[in-house]
Structures are given as structure tokens and as C-alpha cells.
């Protein structure tokens, strides 16, 4: 595998499990202090303690992964923890400047702060992500296993929100072609062949480069029975499934059109909006995304001018459908 990219999922793999593990500890905080003040019912004991065996079960991972990362790619390891650093150094000095605008280092404000012995919640956010910055150094040092916290999102620039809408779809190249040929091969979604692609590679994008998987679902149609068809795309992390068919509406055994469209995976500060309609003629595909980071956003959009003739480019997240009920995939 080539050694920057086999880095760049190492790393993608630690962050998740980063996030993740420090997503539950957060919960569990909040959960354990809401039971502290107000007692708690078997239910919120019950999550707790699930949560907190779920965490204790991904750390041993966690810590095997960093120290892989640390061995085989150590100049990729030390940038992630400059990078880590760097942002929760940023945090901090923002923290600090909000009640002393003067200060100039963080020494000089931890100083400030010892010496005025206030301790306002802005001080105690302070020394709270001080201590966090002393596990990136404990980290470098050898002395622990990991640390959690910035959040991985926090370490990147983001893109704002944007929309694109794709229309006159392009033959696909060659290359696109060959990574697909669970969608190729599916003559019958001709016509929405570069819609597809664009979706897989937009997850593969998302997932450091991961190869993105058709898995497909066909009911049976029989006339005047519900049914339901489905399609997912997966790169094993991140899935975008979509699902279409008829369902029961009200009395009289009438049935509904549906479609519902999940996309699981995705970090917590990333979202992509789309209604599951391929838009036809008139409209093409049109599909939001959030807080994307901007190295991910820009090849976003590189690989929709590769399958599509015509692409709008527009701020803020996508329109919701006139229709979002009406199926129109494939």
C-alpha cells in the first residue's frame, strides 16, 4: 500500500476511535452527574455502565493503534500530535484573551491565573485544556498510551457549508469505471451511473481513499402489495443506503410512495443532505454538505466536474425536496 495513505487511514481509524471513546466518557459524565442530583432510574444505570464497558473495550485497540502508528510511521505520528497541540494551544489562548486580552503566552496566562486565584469558569476551561495539552506531551514522551481530546474535527480547517447540483452526466472515465463494476454492471441504472459513482467516491474520499462497495436489495412487486427496494453503498465505516417502495397509507388498503435515505459513520460535525432523488432532466442530483474539511471538500469537487457537464456550486446546505416522499432512484 502506498506508506502516506496506508498512514492517512491509520490515523483516520485512531481518530474514530478517539471520538469515539471520548463521546461515551462524555455521556457518561453527564449521565452520572444527572443521577448525582437527581437520582437515576435502572434505565440510566443500565446505559452507564454499557457505555462505560463499551469504552473500556475499544481502549486496548486504541492503544495498539497508536503505537503501530508511532512505529511505522513516525513522521506521520509526530504531525498529528504537533497538530493536535497546536489547535488546543489556539483553544487556550482564545480562553485566556476573553478575560486577560494582554496575554501573550500561555505560561504568562497560567501565571495570571495562579496569581489572581479567582478561578472563573473561563480559568477553569484553562487549566482544564492545559491538562489536555500535557497528554499530547505524555503521548510524545512515551508515558501514555494516548490522549482524546481536541475532538479530531477540531484539528482541521473546515469548509463552510455547501450544495452542489449535477446535471448532464459525463461518460464515465475509465479509471472511475474500473473501481465500480458492481455499478457498471447494473445496465437497467445506465442513467444514473455517474450519480452512483459520485456518491461511492465521494465516501471513499471521506474514508482516506477506502474502496466503497454497491450492496443491492430487490423486493418483489405485486400489484396492490406494499414492497421495498433498496441500495447501499459502504466502504465498511461509512454507508449511504437508500430505500424506495410503496407502503400502507391510511384505510382502504391505498399505498404511498416512500423513500428514506441514511448515511451512518460520518464524523459528528460532518453531514450530507440528499433527498435520494437523482432529479432527472431538469434537476440533477443535488446534495449538501457540512464541515467538510476543506482538502476533502476540494476533491469533492474535482470529482464532480470529472462525471457531470454541468455543475452549480452554491453556498449553504442543500434545498429540501418539494417531495421528499416520491421516489425517484433507481
Known sequence: MNEPLDAMQRLAEIDRLRDEIRTMEEEV?????QVDKRGGTDEDMRRIGELDRHAADLRPGLTKKVKELRQLAPEAFQAWVGRNQETLRRQIMAELRK???DVQTIDEGLARIRTDATFSNADLLVLNLVGHLDAWRDLLEGKAPYALHPPSWETFATLPPFTLELRAAQPLPEDLAGRHPDIVKVAEWKAWHASLVFLAETLSILDFGKPCRLERSTGSRTPGQPWESSWTLSTGQLALAL????????EGGALASFSQV???????AEKIDWSGSFGGETKGLVIGFTGLREDRGEAVRALAARLFAEV??????????PNPATPTAP
Open 99 to 101: 478575560e486577560r486580552p
Open 243 to 250: 430505500t424506495w417502495g410503496e407502503k400502507a397509507a391510511g
Open 29 to 33: 459524565g453527564t449521565r452520572a452527574s
Open 312 to 321: 452549480s456550486d452554491g453556498q449553504g446546505p442543500a434545498p429540501a425536496p
Open 262 to 268: 441514511d448515511v451512518r459513520g460520518l464524523l459528528p
